[in-house]
């Protein structure tokens, strides 16, 4: 094991910032990503399903 | 007798969507899978760098989105050339739906660098060949998406689009080589194919594990787009006409 405690985890011994700077900003655009697509999906199914809507956005 | 797979088959936007649906629930199970694992052992397993100390733990996302954002422009160029040449409607919505994502590695890899960089080099950013030719692929990512993006034709979109990644893909041996060819701040090439890797086992096998994560993230959030790019385009066709009807029913 790495580390002696949770504070030295999430220190990383003097680099948390730079280390967790990283890994939370690529969790978060990794995690938005699907999101943003699987609706982006969705809606195309829903507009497609909506002569109305289909209208509207063409 | 065994009857030969017919690629070109899915080359049916209704076939391709079908396929798509089929293998993302299980691409999106092993990106997560391959995340953990990868995460555990970067963190819990492999050892404290010598020189680096902890911060040499920013690399098991570092090169992989780096490596991505260099793969993904490739693929890119290369189904937008595809899709010009044999006029292919599902190539240039792949080459669209690929944009994106490559994009966001692209950004990954320039962030999570200075976020590296600073406490290494003691700089954020400097105007190095590596660095600089990656934020040019960045560049060229977002000028695809925006060329694209402003051209209401459809066919001339994609093909307006496919000439700007084509002639943009001679950046991607420019950064890879750029280590070799120019004095830079960045090291070089973490493994090679000739030489044995200079890193520990453990290092190697959390970098590997994360890579092929985000390969099957990249391919499970390209199909998903490349799904959704079909049902628009395609609105008028029977399938999606179909596909839509059942989706109501039930």
Request: glycine residues 6%; proline residues 4%; aromatic residues 16%.
């Amino acid at each position: 094991m790495n580390w002696s405690s949770w504070s030295d985890f999430f220190s990383m011994r003097g680099y948390g910032l730079y280390v967790w700077g990283s890994y939370v900003v690529t969790a978060a655009l990794m995690l938005a990503e699907p999101w943003l697509v699987g609706r982006h999906r969705r809606q195309a199914l829903r507009s497609a399903a909506d002569p109305a809507l289909q209208e509207a956005s063409s | 007798m065994k009857r030969p797979i017919r690629w070109f088959t899915f080359a049916a936007p209704s076939r391709f969507y079908w396929l798509a649906g089929l293998l993302n629930p299980w691409l999106w199970l092993i990106a997560a899978g391959l995340a953990l694992a990868g995460l555990y052992v970067g963190f819990f397993v492999a050892p404290t760098d010598a020189t680096q100390g902890e911060s040499y733990r920013i690399i098991f996302i570092h090169v992989p989105a780096a490596w991505m954002s260099m793969v993904l422009y490739l693929a890119m160029a290369f189904w937008a050339a595809i899709g010009w040449m044999f006029n292919a409607r599902m190539a240039s919505m792949l080459a669209r739906a690929i944009a994106p994502t490559g994009a966001m590695f692209t950004f990954l890899a320039l962030w999570t660098g200075a976020f590296w960089g600073k406490p290494t080099w003691g700089t954020w950013w400097v105007w190095d060949a590596r660095l600089t030719s990656e934020l040019i692929l960045l560049f060229l990512y977002l000028g695809y998406i925006a060329l694209v993006a402003s051209i209401d034709d459809v066919v001339r979109g994609d093909k307006a689009g496919a000439l700007l990644a084509i002639v943009g893909a001679v950046n991607v041996p420019i950064i890879y080589f750029s280590v070799r060819w120019w004095n830079t701040l960045h090291q070089g090439a973490t493994i090679s194919m000739t030489a044995a890797p200079k890193m520990a086992h453990t290092m190697l096998i959390a970098m590997m594990l994360m890579t092929f994560a985000f390969w099957a993230y990249a391919f499970a959030t390209v199909f998903t787009r490349a799904q959704a790019l079909a049902l628009e385009r395609e609105r008028d066709t029977d399938w999606v006409r179909d596909l839509a009807l059942a989706r109501k029913e039930r």
